[in-house]
């Protein structure tokens, strides 16, 4: 079993789109993360810039976001020559993207809720909150990947045996 | 009378789940073999169910295979119900085959239709019923689909006595073979060990095959040896009959009238597969979902806990209001319960959070991929992939995981097992891990989370390795683990699959953590009416804190570690006790971070400190269950000791290593 030949490269374009997207993303963690932390990130103490900039929790992400970068951009390759492994691994980045992105949305409600509960009525925290750390790229990335599984769903316009 | 009703089948079809729905009860159910290490009991009306180990034969190769076969063999259930695999029937027709030769009643659930049907597999059932004589109900039981039949016929086949006969006729083998078993049962004629009297045909086909029990059986009775003599001597020189080629020959005989597979379906296993196992990307993308689990159950229960912590905190205020300041009661309740049990208690959101996202992992299917991933390189480093299935157990609590090494064949791989499972972080450690994570890295606690956990797999792995290659040496067995299709996790069983872990997290803290508590707060108040530092409490932490001083750990952290010998839990139930008294608008966390530290520790060292205390709560006896359960399952003294007294050394020097490039020394 393979991939239609006219419909290879419109899988090639999503995966490369997808993946372009990703090590932005990927990028853009790394930079968070800040060359001037010590390696060490686990031995400093509270108050450090190290907290302030949570080395820890961009560098996991940036991690996160790096290996689907890889899983989408290996598929290029693959998808070329339209076997079964290619069109594996596009489905397989998209859910591991739509996980990733329901994550943080699902994150992004509990933090809600839990501000709410904590009765925090500082505007400017909630502020803060919606339009920085609350709505991250990956959730756009991650709703975007839907598309994916919809090729999944008209596989038989994309397989041939 | 009382009607029994045995449940047997091959492992990873849906046993489980048809128990459940038959029985209502909630047994664990995964998607992946092996759930089933003991049997399991429920009742359908008046019908006792018995919920078998998954099987691929009956021969007792493994303890979990020999459960199985004794059931069957001697407690002679009425009726035998054999769940049948339809998306792979001619495997699963061979343990079918072998419960026909008993010629006991016997209905055949032909489950996984949905998955079946996805694959593009046609079954004629009627055919199939026809040819193997015996009842079959086609089901898709994680829908509930085709239950309702099943009960039915199951009911039908104790009242029906003419349809109970007509599933016991055996099915006929080739004409030579025949002629032999009826000779055999000739040569048999009365020495029948007596549970096996209306077995005969079973036990003449076993004689055939060289069976080592029913030989140990059969020389039991006089002139027993004789009978197996002459079998012997009838068997032309052969010891063993090719019993398993004529099975499979007529197998494929009724497959070939019955089954059709139409070529070419792709389904969504195959293509996630192709990711999911790759040789590269396969461990990552485990690891990347690991840490996706601790992130969610991390941020996703915050509310939650915020929740019962504002509850519980309102309920102390109501308690301060309504009693006197200085009654014994109001320290008890406020300190003791709403401090100490109820520390513990706020956790219980997150629990039940891991445990879903776990749950759900399983029933997906994905966890047996995780398993087949790390065989992959642990066979490469000597080790028995089985190994990993159990220490995935091992993330709900390690005392049902280290029962389930039962499975493992190999005795030195079954004990090395056993041993390396209690560095697997379960349950119970995560409200130390969280508490502490919490105030020391806010942004990152999930991954710091994660960072425990996959600490626990490497640690467990290296002592494996350990243990294989200068205790228990040989050659690691192949591992053979059989990957189900990926399936959508119902609501309802991931629920319950929840439900089911979190219930004993609830009921140990119900019972252990709540008498521990109860211990702490007299042990903090004796003598009476002392300040904490005085008590009883603070002379047993500082009796053993000289260990822990060149960890640089107060007598509180000492209590901590002490006590959480009983259940991990009451780390966190502790800390909460003995600083009750204290206020900090940061919460429990910064008080427990400012109170572990000797004094002298420099605030930059903190994180290193809390870090290694984190590592020596991971490596530790995780409680004194799982060492009874250790010593239960191995029963040997000495390995129960080693258990114990290598999680302590190892946590030791590893949380010294920690301190030490932390700068806690300098």
């Known amino acids: ?161 | 009378m009382s009607k029994t009703l045995a449940l047997i089948g091959n492992p990873n079809v849906g046993k489980t789940v048809v128990f459940n729905e038959l029985t209502g009860e909630m047994g664990h159910v995964a998607n992946w073999p092996g759930v089933t290490v003991e049997k399991k009991e429920g009742k359908m009306d008046d019908i006792n169910v018995v919920d078998l180990p998954g099987v691929y034969c009956l021969s007792p190769a493994a303890i979990d295979e020999l459960i199985a076969r004794n059931f069957i063999i001697k407690d002679n259930p009425n009726v035998i119900v054999d769940i049948l695999d339809a998306t792979n029937l001619e495997r699963n027709l061979y343990l079918a085959f072998l419960l026909k030769e008993l010629e006991v009643p016997i209905v055949f659930v032909l489950n996984l239709m949905d998955a079946a049907k996805d694959r593009g597999i046609k079954i004629d059932v009627q055919k199939l019923s026809e040819l193997i004589n015996a009842p079959i109900v086609p089901t898709a039981a994680i829908k509930g689909e085709g239950i309702d039949e099943a009960r039915e016929m199951i009911k039908k086949i104790f009242e029906d006595k003419k349809l109970a006969e007509k599933s016991t006729r055996p099915i006929k083998y080739s004409k030579e073979l025949e002629d032999k078993i009826n000779q055999t049962m000739e040569i048999l004629g009365e020495y029948t060990p007596k549970f096996l009297t209306e077995k005969r045909r079973w036990v003449a086909i076993k004689l055939l095959e060289g069976d080592k029990e029913v030989q140990k059986e059969l020389t039991s009775i006089s002139n027993g040896s004789k009978v197996i003599e002459e079998v012997k001597n009838f068997c032309t020189g052969t010891e063993e009959f090719d019993l398993a080629g004529e099975r499979y020959n007529k197998i494929g005989e009724i497959i070939k009238q019955t089954y059709i597979r139409k070529k070419d379906v792709v389904t969504i296993s195959d293509i996630l597969d192709k990711v999911f196992l790759h040789k590269y990307f396969g461990i990552p993308i485990f690891l990347l979902i690991m840490w996706g689990m601790f992130e969610f159950t991390f941020r996703v229960s915050a509310p939650l806990v915020t929740l019962v912590e504002y509850l519980l905190g309102l309920a102390g205020q109501v308690f301060e209001a309504i009693w006197p300041e200085d009654a014994w009661y109001l320290s008890f309740v406020n300190d003791g319960l709403i401090g100490g049990f109820g520390a513990v208690l706020g956790f219980v959101p997150l629990i039940f959070m891991m445990y879903l996202v776990l749950s759900f992992l399983e029933d997906s299917g994905y966890l047996s991929r995780a398993a087949f991933n790390m065989d992959r390189l642990m066979y490469k480093l000597g080790l028995h992939g089985r190994s990993f299935v159990s220490m995935i157990l091992g993330f709900g609590c390690n005392i049902p995981a280290v029962m389930s090494c039962r499975a493992i064949e190999s005795e030195e791989d079954r004990l090395t097992t056993i041993l390396v499972n209690q560095n697997i972080s379960c349950g119970a450690r995560l409200p130390v891990y969280i508490l502490l994570g919490a105030f020391m890295w806010p942004g990152a606690t999930g991954t710091i989370v994660f960072s425990l956990y996959l600490l626990g797999i490497v640690i467990a792995i290296l002592m494996a390795l350990f243990f294989r290659k200068v205790i228990f040496k040989g050659e690691a067995a192949p591992f053979m683990l059989e990957l189900g299709d990926y399936r959508m996790p119902t609501a309802k069983y991931t629920g319950i699959h929840m439900w089911e872990r979190g219930r004993e997290f609830i009921k140990k803290a119900g019972l252990i953590i709540f008498t521990v508590v109860v211990l702490l707060w007299l042990l903090q108040n004796l003598p009476w009416g002392t300040e904490p530092e005085n008590s009883a409490l603070a002379f047993i932490g500082k009796l053993f804190q000289p260990l822990f001083a060149p960890l640089n750990w107060s007598w509180i952290a000492a209590v901590g570690i002490i006590f959480g010998f009983l259940a991990k839990e009451v780390v966190v139930a502790a800390f909460g006790l003995i600083l009750s008294g204290q206020e900090d608008p940061e919460g429990l966390g910064s008080l427990v971070v400012g109170a572990l530290p000797a004094v002298g520790v420099a605030a930059a060292a903190l994180p290193a400190l809390v870090y290694g205390y984190l590592v020596f709560v991971l490596l530790y006896t995780p409680c004194i269950a799982h060492l009874g359960a250790v010593y239960k399952e191995t029963g040997s003294k000495k390995w129960t000791l080693v258990s114990a007294t290598y999680g302590i050394a190892l946590g030791y020097i590893l949380a010294l290593i920690i301190n030490l490039i932390g700068g806690v020394y300098f």
């Open chain 1, 1 to 161: 079993m393979e991939i239609v030949e006219q419909k290879r490269s419109r899988l090639i374009i999503i995966a490369l789109v997808f993946g372009l997207i990703y090590l932005f993303n990927t990028i853009m963690e790394f930079i968070h993360i800040g060359l001037e932390e010590p390696l060490f990130f686990l031995f400093s103490s509270p108050g450090d810039a190290v907290f302030e900039t949570a080395y820890l929790d961009h560098f996991a992400k940036a991690l996160v976001s790096l290996l689907i970068t890889a899983v989408f951009l290996y598929s290029i390759p693959q998808l070329k020559k339209g076997t079964l492994e290619g069109f594996g691994f596009i489905i397989g980045a998209g859910i591991l993207a739509i996980g990733i992105g329901f994550l943080f949305i699902a994150e992004w409600i509990a933090n809600v809720i839990d501000f709410a509960i904590q009765g925090l009525s500082d505007l400017a925290v909630w502020e803060d909150f919606v339009f920085t750390d609350g709505i991250r790229i990956e959730w756009f990335i991650g709703i975007g990947s839907i598309s994916i599984l919809l090729i999944w769903k008209n596989r038989e316009n994309y397989l041939i045996s």
